[in-house]
């Protein structure tokens, strides 16, 4: 299947990344050449074989409801970019509302 | 006395006991080794000096007693396994200035064993590679070869072992990233069963693979570092609640009557003539030790990378959408709004391999294409699953080549197709979460290592090991240095 430039900058939408013009040219040929490496796997037969997704037995892991304390606030904003009075700061969302977020 | 950077764990340890040195005289003697060896190599991206040196002297004041084989042994940590208060990057841009606020279960451990962390060592951003080159920071040399890669996307955790700058480092391994570069730099790694060693703290590419693992100078030392490391723990909820062994009671040498499988996909047109050579010396050695080698099949182990690059990649985009530049790491200035930040702090902060990999994630489960890509992989995964069950219904181990060719030259590979295909002989494993190692076996082109790599039964560590010591007792190849310590 051939990946088309217009399908990478949906791909690039949904991944919330960007890329100039040249990249996504650049980007369009490898993904290309990648997917057409996995195209490999269509002569394998798979009907009726279930899918692996994890090779552990577990499905759900429990633990017991105990709150316990949790890191320290202080601690936590040693890592972010911008903070105000205990609170992560972020650029304002007002220009085009939050449908663009 | 012998030069310290090149004891092993053992050596170390019974001088420690003795007296005969300090913890302090040998993490001093680390540090020295690092600051003369690393500017040719490059492993180091952050060193624990001062830290190593406070806990180094806190051990020789408590003490080290045979009890404790690793108290006071100096350790380099991969950078994508977080240490508090010491910067953890994984080798991106986008975490260039992460201090960690807790410890992985792996580090807890280290320090319950009074193990030293000296540094934390360069890999591929977020060990998505095959060589160490997608590193935001550095580009690490192979320690026989300064103009070869090491490997990746543990290089800078083999290379520092293999260049004697430290007796032991850990690394991770989604596809191979512990046992290539290890074979690329001739020494030991080992990437256990999936869920013998807790991921808590493993900066997540894919969560279905990655493990955690030591690389060493020989398989005891291997051995004695998965002993501290394994278990269950409670923070990794795919973390297994399987016993561990002592992996150093087996060690005796003796083999006889060990059934092990050579599948004939591992010798194929793709290795390179030299590799092939050493690995069938491999098999006479194991021969005459008293084993049965026999030749098996694993079918589907030729579509495993196509598998792993949809599996890998699917789960690493959803791994990685945590870094949006709100609350950690890089954070572009050029923003106007909330989308901003996470658009252009993504695309500003992570690397080329790095996005190719999102972008080709996004895509496997995007809609419309996630049975065809995504589904399809994983349903291959279940019969290259199939394939090493059926082998170990019969057989106590696997081997093969760890790679299909010595290092490679630095910037010799630029088509990603390409350099994925390196891992075909790695990848298999991990997709079906059995332990494989890479121990040495000989050398090809340029005198460059060749690694021998063993694949177990799940949590079967203990057998791998027996055998690998065997073989390392029955050889010379892991005594052969490398110019940088002295080698031809």
Not at chain 2, 190 to 219: C, E, H
Not at chain 2, 230 to 235: A, M, N, P, Q
Not at chain 2, 295 to 313: D, T
Request: proline letters at 5%; aromatic letters at 8%.
């Amino acid at each position: 299947m051939a990946i088309h430039e217009e399908e990478v900058k949906h791909v690039a939408k949904l991944a919330k990344l960007s890329f100039p013009d040249e990249e996504v040219h650049q980007f369009t040929e490898q993904l290309g050449k990648i997917i057409e490496m996995v195209e490999l796997l269509e002569e394998v037969d798979t009907t009726g074989v279930p899918i692996t997704t994890s090779v552990t037995p577990s499905i759900n892991v429990m633990r017991e409801d105990v709150a316990t304390t949790g890191t320290s606030r202080d601690e936590l904003l040693k890592n972010v970019p911008e903070s105000e009075n205990g609170y992560i700061k972020v650029p304002a969302i007002m220009d085009n509302g939050e449908a663009g977020a | 006395m012998a030069k310290l950077n090149e004891l092993n764990l053992t050596e170390l340890h019974d001088l420690l006991v003795s007296k005969e040195i300090t913890a302090t005289d040998l993490t001093e003697e680390t540090f020295a080794q690092i600051k003369e060896k690393d500017p040719k190599i490059e492993a180091f991206l952050a060193l624990n000096e001062e830290k190593a040196l406070e806990m180094a002297k806190a051990i020789d004041l408590k003490g080290i007693t045979t009890e404790n084989p690793l108290a006071g042994i100096p350790i380099g940590i991969k950078d994508n396994i977080v240490t508090k208060d010491l910067r953890t990057t994984a080798a991106s841009k986008i975490l260039y200035n992460f201090d960690p606020v807790y410890d992985a279960t792996v580090m807890e451990k280290l320090y319950q064993s009074d193990m030293i962390p000296v540094g934390k060592l360069n890999m591929d951003e977020f060990a998505m590679g095959g060589s160490t080159e997608t590193s935001y920071f550095k580009k690490t040399k192979n320690a026989w070869d300064q103009t070869k890669v090491p490997g990746g996307s543990s290089g800078g955790s083999a290379a520092a072992v293999a260049s004697g700058q430290i007796p032991v480092s850990l690394g991770s391994d989604t596809g191979g990233s512990i046992r290539q570069p290890a074979a690329f730099n001739g020494i030991v790694g080992l990437k256990p069963t999936y869920g013998r060693v807790s991921r808590f703290g493993l900066i997540a590419f894919s969560s279905s693979l990655d493990q955690i693992g030591p690389l060493t100078r020989n398989v005891k030392d291997n051995a004695l570092v998965l002993n501290a490391i394994s278990g269950l723990d409670e923070r990794d909820g795919t973390s297994a609640g399987v016993s561990v062994p002592d992996f150093t009671a087996g060690l005796t040498g003796d083999i006889k009557g060990m059934k092990i499988g050579i599948p004939k996909e591992y010798m194929g047109e793709g290795v390179q003539p030299e590799v092939r050579k050493a690995i069938e010396k491999a098999v006479a050695t194991f021969k005459e030790l008293g084993a049965t080698v026999d030749e098996v099949s694993l079918p589907h182990s030729k579509y495993g990378v196509a598998v792993y690059y949809i599996i890998a990649s699917s789960e690493a985009s959803s791994n990685l959408q945590r870094f949006d530049g709100i609350r950690y790491g890089y954070r572009s200035k050029n923003v106007q709004n909330l989308e901003d930040v996470y658009i252009n702090s993504r695309s500003e902060g992570f690397g080329l391999e790095v996005k190719r990999r999102i972008m080709l994630g996004t895509f496997s489960l995007s809609s419309g294409y996630y049975d065809a890509y995504f589904k399809k992989a994983g349903q291959v995964r279940t019969l290259i699953k199939q394939d090493f069950e059926q082998v170990f219904n019969d057989y106590d181990l696997i081997i093969g080549p760890a790679t299909p060719s010595v290092a490679f030259g630095l910037g010799e590979i630029s088509d990603p197709v390409t350099m994925y295909m390196n891992d075909i002989l790695t990848i298999p494993v991990n997709l079906a979460g059995v332990p494989g190692m890479s121990i040495p076996c000989g050398f090809g082109k340029d005198h460059l290592p060749v690694g021998l790599q063993i694949i177990g039964k799940p949590f079967d560590e203990a057998t791998m090991y027996k055998a690998a010591y065997a073989f390392e007792q029955a050889t010379d190849y892991h005594k052969e240095k490398p110019a940088i310590l002295g080698g031809k």
